[in-house]
């Protein structure tokens, strides 16, 4: 792909994010269909039409309880669960989650999504609608795991090519941060970005201690560089790399 037209698909995926923010996708039924299925949620589980949501108005009104028997339930799909969970779809269209066993939890999809990485179940979100950054993170990921958006492919270019020599911890750790800048330049463009090692271990899929020597190699030999000292927790971006491959590149 060109510059030229690479700029220009940039430039139509930062439009797509802006006219279709994040949290909307959420009500796309593409998105929600394609995220279920990833997340092992049985495609019959999916209220989506109109009549199955009046169904269920009708129903939480003669039960008194708000959630009627027409909720299908399914296994809970979060890691440690035992119990049932449904799908449930907000009036704005959005998508939720709700978890019969852990106390009624409301989880977004990527906090699902999110949770089967981590192994056990996360939430980025209250109940009075404050966000933490790591859920825009799990939502690109899992909005480019659905085959909507494609991961930003400049973000590779980026960063220095791994040496023949770095440990295997080292590769699934850099093929995990190389995968976390092309989801997450989507949005952010060129930022350096949060990478600490539980999030990183969740992330590429290794234990924390791995994730640690990973992340260590890795600045070792200059291929991520902590930016802002001060910052906690601390920013990664892309470093020079050792010195005798840069001409290789
Ligand atoms: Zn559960």
Redesign the pocket.
């Known amino acids: 792909m060109g510059l030229a037209e690479e700029k220009a698909r940039r430039k139509r995926e930062l439009k797509l994010f802006r006219g279709h923010s994040l949290t909307e996708w959420d009500a796309d039924p593409r998105f929600v269909e394609r995220a279920a299925k990833i997340l092992k949620i049985p495609p019959e589980a999916i209220p989506w039409s109109a009549a199955c949501r009046r169904c269920a108005a009708e129903e939480a009104d003669e039960s008194g309880d708000g959630f009627g028997p027409l909720w299908r339930h399914f296994p809970?799909?979060?890691p440690?669960?035992?119990?049932?969970?449904s799908l449930y779809r907000a009036d704005n269209g959005v998508a939720l989650y709700h978890?019969?066993?852990?106390a009624s939890?409301w989880f977004f999809l990527a906090e699902v999504f999110a949770s089967q990485h981590y192994g056990h179940?996360v939430k980025f979100s209250n109940r009075w609608g404050k966000v933490q950054p790591e859920l825009a993170v799990w939502k690109l990921r899992l909005l480019v795991e659905t085959g909507l958006v494609e991961p930003l492919p400049g973000a590779l270019r980026a960063i220095a090519a791994l040496p023949s020599g770095a440990s295997p911890t080292a590769k699934k750790v850099y093929d995990g941060f190389c995968y976390l800048l092309g989801c997450k330049w989507l949005h952010t463009h060129g930022a350096p970005t949060a990478f600490t090692y539980r999030f990183a271990s969740a992330w590429c899929g290794v234990k924390e201690t791995q994730a640690r020597d990973g992340i260590r190699e890795l600045v070792e030999r200059s291929i991520i560089v902590r930016s802002g000292l001060q910052v906690r927790p601390p920013l990664y971006g892309p470093g020079p790399g050792e010195p005798e491959l840069l001409s290789e590149r």
């Open positions: 809970c799909v979060i440690g669960h035992e119990g049932e969970a978890d019969w066993h852990d939890k179940a």
